[in-house]
């Protein structure tokens, strides 16, 4: 008996032939995750049912490496992040609409862009690259593109295997936690804020929140640890 049962489709990445975009087709690819035999249906019952349960975790990530090089911040870290989690399947789960347990093949980042004029803020996704120039070129086209539509929902067509980013750069912070009463949303959620200098060092908060049913203790430090190796690496 099979654990996971693999199924695949296609959607349409762009909006439609009327706005002129030109459109592309990716394919996503999901698995269904047999619960029954899972290793771990005990816990995710546990944190799903009995004791439903989201948990956060506050680091200080060192990003000297990018500041020295001169790498723009912001699509940077997108960049990393979507890397990192596409990386491990606990940061890769999520229900369906028939509350299927399914595990994406990968994920695209989702992110804020602040409005100074309105004090607000919309969403804008990006199609991931391992290509980390692809990656930016795609960022740079989509803030040029969607960058000053205030809408909450910028850019139309957003995949379902997303994840969130929110950028508060104002201030810096040591935790941060969000209240999400919905426990049925597995995918994670980052928060960036303000870097500081310290003995010539900078360091950027970043807070991440996950679903204790799918993510354990362990699974958040081996990210913040491989995400901290990809900036050293960058």
């Known amino acids: 008996m099979e654990i996971y049962k693999e199924l695949r489709y296609n959607f ?23 619960r029954d035999i899972w290793e771990r249906k005990e816990y995710f019952e546990h944190y799903f049912s009995s004791v439903p349960c989201t948990y956060s975790m506050t680091i200080k990530l060192d990003i000297t490496n990018i500041l020295q090089k001169r790498l723009k911040l912001y699509p940077t870290m997108l960049y990393l992040l979507t890397a990192t989690v596409n990386q491990y399947e606990q940061f890769r789960m999520a229900l369906n609409n028939r ?70 750069p104002w201030t810096t912070f040591d935790a941060f936690n969000l209240n999400v009463p919905n426990f049925k949303y597995l995918a994670p959620i980052f928060t960036i ?30 990210f913040i640890n491989t995400l901290q190796s990809q900036i050293n690496s960058m």
């Not at 349409?12 to 047999?34: A, H, L, P, V």
């Not at 803030?143 to 000053?148: A, F, L």
Request: hydrophobic share 35%; aromatic share 14%; with cysteine.
């Open 99 to 168: 509350d299927e347990l399914i595990l994406y093949s990968n994920m695209e980042p989702c992110y804020t862009v602040f409005h100074k004029e309105t004090e607000t803020f919309s969403n804008i996704w990006t199609h991931y690259s391992k290509n980390y120039e692809s990656f930016c070129r795609r960022y740079e086209e989509d803030i040029e593109r969607y960058g000053s539509i205030k809408q909450f929902m910028a850019k139309p067509n957003v995949p379902e295997n997303n994840f969130t980013v929110s950028m508060i």
């Open 193 to 222: 804020g303000k870097f500081v200098e310290d003995n010539g060092h900078f360091y950027l908060p970043l807070a991440v929140q996950v679903h204790h049913a799918v993510c354990d203790g362990f699974h958040i430090c081996r």
């Open 12 to 34: 349409d990445i762009e909006s439609e032939q009327r706005t002129g975009i030109c459109k592309r087709n990716i394919i996503m690819e999901y698995m269904i995750i047999n």
